[in-house]
C-alpha cells in the first residue's frame, strides 16, 4: 500500500541558471576519475598503477576493509596519474580514455532468474556495488547485509537540482531490469518514492515490483533520509539502503549488455553559465568538456552536486562518483560595502532581514561569500524550522561535540547524514559548519560500534 507523504518544514532557494530541457550528447572528456574520497569509509588500496590500461569495468582500487568491494573505470584507457593530498592519501584515480570504449565482459543470464549470491557477486566484480549505499552511517552497502527495505528517490529537492523524470526519459526497460535485481538482496519493500506535486513519469509509474510513495513539500523533501525517516524509521540495529534512479538504471544495463556501462545525464547549472543545460556523458568525466565556452566571467567557483553538499573542484575537475549536477556560481571573494545594514532588495535571506522576502518568487544569484563571521552558538530555533525530522538538531550536534555516544544514539544519529542538515548550515546565525560536526559523529559511532 503506497504512502502519501507532505513535508511542512523545509525551505526552497530559488537560484538563477536552472538547466534548460534540452540535453546534449558531450564529447569525450580529456580525462576521466575515479575519487576514494567520494566513498566515506573506505580505505582504498590500489590495483592498478600509472601506464597500466584498462578496459570500462576493470579494477582500479578496492576497500581494504571489505576486499570484495571493488572500484573500476568507467572508460577504457591509460591510467595516466594517482593524484594523492595530505599523508599521501589517494584523491584520485585519473584514466585518459581511448577513442572507442572497450567493455569487460560480466556473466550475466535472464536477471529473474538468478540467485543473490549471483547478483551480488556480479555487482562486486563490475564496480556497481558503490552505487548501494545505506542507513545508518551513510557508507556503501556490506554485501553480507539484508536490508529491512530498499529506497529510491525519484525527486531531488535541492537548489538548481536535475529534473529527474527528464533524465530518466526512455529508461523504462534498464531500471525495470535494475529493480529486479534489487529485489533480490531484501525480503522487505523496495519503496519508490516520486514528488506528489504532479503526475509521476511512466518509467517509475509502471515499473513492477516496488511500492510507490509520493512526497510533497519543500526542500529536503527529495532527500532519501527524510524519506525513510517517515515512510520506514530506522531503530538501533535496523539497515536500510537506497540508490539513485540512474544508478539503478546502470544496474539494469550490467544485467543486460554484461558490462559496466557508467553514462549518465548530468544538468549544468548556475548563474555564471550561457547555456545551463543537461549533457550526456560518463561518469567521473572532466568538466571542462562541458563548461568550455559557456561561461560568463573567470572567477568562478565549480561545484560537484548543489550548492548545498556538493564538493568545490577545479575548472578542469572531475565530476563525482555519485552527483548529477555541475553547478557553477561566483566566487565570493570581496567585500561588501554596508553589508548587512544595506536594504538588500537583492539579497536572499530565509528571515525578513531584507526587503526581498515581499518578492518569494524572484530568483536570486548567489556567491559564496558567507554574509558574516562565526559568533557564540546559540539556541535560536531555526534549524527545527528547516529540518523535517522528528529529532533535536541541537541536541544532537552539542552531543557529537562532546562526543557523548550513548547521547548521540538517543538524540538519532543513526537515521541521519551531512545532507539532512545542510539546509540548518545554511540558515545558521552563528556561521556554524554543521555537515562535518555530522560526519565526525557518523565516523565516532562506526569506530566505536565496529
Not at 58 to 75: E, I, R
Request: with cysteine; net charge positive.
Amino acid at each position: 500500500m503506497s504512502v502519501q507523504i507532505k513535508i511542512r518544514k523545509g525551505l526552497d532557494i530559488n537560484l538563477q541558471g536552472k538547466a534548460e530541457k534540452i540535453y546534449i550528447k558531450s564529447e569525450m572528456a580529456g580525462s576521466y576519475a575515479v575519487k576514494p574520497i567520494n566513498f566515506k569509509g573506505i580505505t582504498p588500496k590500489l590495483t592498478a598503477k600509472v601506464d597500466s590500461k584498462v578496459k570500462a569495468g576493470s579494477p582500479l582500487f578496492f576497500d581494504k576493509n571489505n576486499p570484495d568491494v571493488y572500484f573500476t573505470s568507467p572508460v577504457s584507457g591509460t591510467v595516466t596519474s594517482i593524484n594523492r593530498g595530505e599523508r599521501r592519501k589517494i584523491l584520485e584515480v585519473v584514466v585518459k580514455p581511448d577513442a572507442q570504449i572497450t567493455y569487460e565482459k560480466f556473466d550475466v543470464s535472464d536477471v529473474s532468474g538468478m540467485s543473490r549470491e549471483d547478483i551480488v557477486k556480479t555487482l562486486l566484480q563490475s564496480g556497481c556495488w558503490p552505487y548501494i549505499k545505506q542507513r545508518p552511517y551513510d557508507i556503501i552497502a556490506k554485501p553480507e547485509d539484508k536490508p529491512k527495505a530498499i529506497f529510491i528517490s525519484a525527486f531531488d529537492s535541492a537548489p538548481l537540482a536535475p529534473d529527474i523524470d527528464f533524465i530518466m526519459k526512455g529508461s523504462e526497460s534498464e531500471f525495470q531490469t535494475g529493480i529486479t535485481a534489487l529485489r533480490k538482496l531484501t525480503d522487505g519493500k523496495i519503496h519508490l518514492n516520486v514528488n506528489g506535486s504532479y503526475p509521476p513519469s511512466p518509467v517509475f509509474s509502471k515499473v513492477k515490483g516496488v511500492q510507490l510513495n509520493t512526497v510533497t513539500g519543500p526542500h529536503p523533501a527529495g532527500n532519501v533520509g527524510v524519506q525513510i525517516h517517515h515512510i520506514d524509521p530506522l531503530n538501533k540495529g535496523e539497515t536500510v539502503w537506497h540508490l539513485k534512479p540512474q544508478d539503478v538504471a546502470i544496474i539494469g544495463r550490467l544485467f543486460e549488455k554484461g558490462v559496466y556501462d557508467a553514462s549518465k545525464i548530468v544538468a549544468l547549472a548556475g548563474s555564471e553559465l550561457l547555456k545551463p543545460r543537461y549533457h550526456k556523458i560518463i561518469s567521473g568525466a572532466n568538466i571542462a568538456s562541458i563548461t568550455r565556452d559557456n561561461v560568463k566571467n573567470s572567477k568562478n567557483r565549480y561545484i560537484s552536486g548543489n550548492t548545498l553538499t556538493g564538493d568545490k573542484i577545479e575548472q578542469d575537475g572531475h565530476i563525482g562518483f555519485y552527483h548529477n549536477l555541475v553547478t557553477v556560481i561566483p566566487e565570493g571573494d570581496y567585500y561588501e560595502f554596508m553589508g548587512w545594514a544595506a536594504p538588500g532588495f537583492n539579497k536572499y535571506s530565509k528571515s525578513r532581514a531584507f526587503w526581498s522576502w515581499l518578492r518569494p518568487d524572484k530568483e536570486y544569484k548567489i556567491d559564496t561569500n558567507m554574509k558574516g563571521g562565526h559568533r557564540a552558538y546559540v539556541v535560536t530555533g531555526q534549524y527545527e524550522q528547516v529540518l523535517p525530522m522528528e529529532i533535536y538538531p541541537v541536541q544532537l550536534i552539542k552531543s557529537i561535540l562532546v562526543e557523548d555516544i550513548d547521547l548521540m544514539e538517543k538524540l538519532g544519529i543513526y537515521e541521519v547524514a551531512e545532507e539532512d542538515f545542510a539546509l540548518c548550515e545554511f540558515v545558521c546565525t552563528s556561521k556554524t559548519e554543521v555537515q562535518p560536526i555530522i560526519r565526525k559523529g557518523i565516523d565516532l559511532m562506526i569506530k566505536e560500534l565496529s
